[in-house]
Structure formats: C-alpha cells, structure tokens
C-alpha cells in the first residue's frame, strides 16, 4: 500500500503496535455497530484485525499529524454493490473514526485523499460508499464528499448476529470527480 497524505492526515499501512490506538475507538459501541460489527472486547482482538487489515491490503490508518495517533481506518475494498457494473474498475470505500475526533471533517479529508489516489493513481472508473440507514453521520460525510445516491438494499450482517439492516448505496464515478 502506497502511503498517502492530506493536511491533517496520514494514511499509511496498519502496524501491529498500533493496537492500543485501535482498541481505543473499536471498543466503543458507537462505532462497530455503525459499521457493520461488534465492538471489541479487548486489545488482542484489535490486534488480531490489524493482522487481518495487514494481509488483506485494502485498509488504511487514519493518523492525525499533530499527535502522530491513529484515530480511524478507510479502506478501499474490492467490492461492486451493482453486478450490472462488473465491467467497470471499481472499489468501495469504508471508513470509521474515533468518537473523539468526530465533527472535526477528519472522514471527508481522509475520504477525499483516496478518491484523488483511486481515479488518478488506481485508475477506477468509479468508487462506491455506502451507509447503513440508521447512520446519519456518514450520510453526511458521503454527500459532502460528491457521491450520488444509486440505490438501497436489505441485507443481514454476519458480523452482527445476521441483524437485518437497510444499506444505501452511493458512487462517484471518475468524470464527475475529475470535473468537480
């Protein structure tokens, strides 16, 4: 993973002693259960995602310049919410974020950071985000970043006991990033 950087933000590959920073934000229920998982019960299981995050590649940490911490991740996943666009190169971006740094516009940064890396690096025609419909906060984020809604689905997370939730699907395809 290349590291990339925005003015507040580094976003750089997970390391495992970034644990603690982790275990921080994952334990709160404010966060996982927004993102489609359990809040974690304790350090070693952060460090365990964090391997998990290391093998497969497609998430970044989010650390703040100024206090050098990780407060958040964003990945760009290989996923396509839409089988009629298979063709299309594409990716989905997911993110979460430390309670404490909330309303800071630290997500929409970070966010901003990999669509400039994924359509003019990556080359993807399109990139996707998505929210469940009890999230407000990243509807925001998703909307103030560019991204159009396209559709909503019913799915059930495995993650969260296969709770049924509605997920809102929005994408941003290259020439509208680039003529932005």
Same mark, same amino acid.
């Given at each position: 993973?290349?590291? /990339?950087?925005?003015?507040?933000?580094? *976003?750089?590959?997970?390391?495992?002693?970034? %644990?603690?920073? /982790?275990?921080?934000?994952?334990? %709160? +229920?404010?966060? &996982?259960?927004?993102?489609?998982?359990?809040?974690?019960?304790?350090?070693?299981?952060?460090?365990?995602?964090?391997?998990?995050?290391? %093998?497969?590649?497609?998430?970044?940490?989010?650390?703040?310049?100024?206090?050098?911490?990780?407060?958040? %991740?964003? &990945?760009?996943?290989?996923?396509?919410?839409?089988?009629?666009?298979?063709?299309?190169?594409?990716?989905?971006?997911?993110?979460? /974020? $430390?309670?404490?740094?909330? +309303?800071? +516009?630290?997500?929409?940064?970070?966010?901003?950071?990999?669509?400039?890396?994924?359509?003019?690096?990556?080359?993807?025609?399109?990139?996707?985000? &998505?929210?469940?419909?009890?999230?407000?906060?990243?509807?925001?984020?998703?909307?103030?970043? &560019?991204?159009?809604?396209?559709?909503?689905?019913?799915?059930?997370?495995?993650?969260?006991?296969?709770?049924?939730?509605?997920? *809102?699907?929005?994408?941003? *395809?290259?020439?509208?990033?680039? $003529?932005?």
């Amino acid at each position: 993973m290349e590291m /990339l950087s925005s003015e507040r933000l580094i *976003l750089r590959e997970w390391r495992e002693s970034d %644990s603690s920073d /982790l275990y921080e934000y994952a334990k %709160s +229920g404010l966060v &996982g259960p927004n993102a489609g998982w359990k809040p974690h019960k304790n350090e070693d299981e952060s460090k365990d995602i964090i391997k998990m995050f290391i %093998s497969n590649d497609d998430t970044y940490a989010i650390v703040i310049k100024s206090e050098n911490k990780v407060i958040g %991740s964003i &990945g760009l996943h290989n996923r396509k919410p839409d089988e009629e666009l298979c063709d299309l190169e594409q990716r989905e971006i997911g993110y979460v /974020l $430390n309670p404490v740094y909330w +309303g800071n +516009g630290y997500v929409p940064e970070a966010t901003n950071c990999l669509l400039n890396y994924g359509f003019n690096e990556l080359n993807l025609d399109l990139i996707w985000c &998505g929210h469940f419909d009890f999230n407000n906060n990243s509807k925001r984020v998703i909307e103030k970043c &560019g991204f159009k809604y396209r559709f909503t689905k019913d799915e059930k997370l495995r993650l969260l006991d296969n709770k049924e939730v509605r997920t *809102l699907y929005y994408n941003i *395809l290259k020439s509208e990033y680039i $003529n932005k």
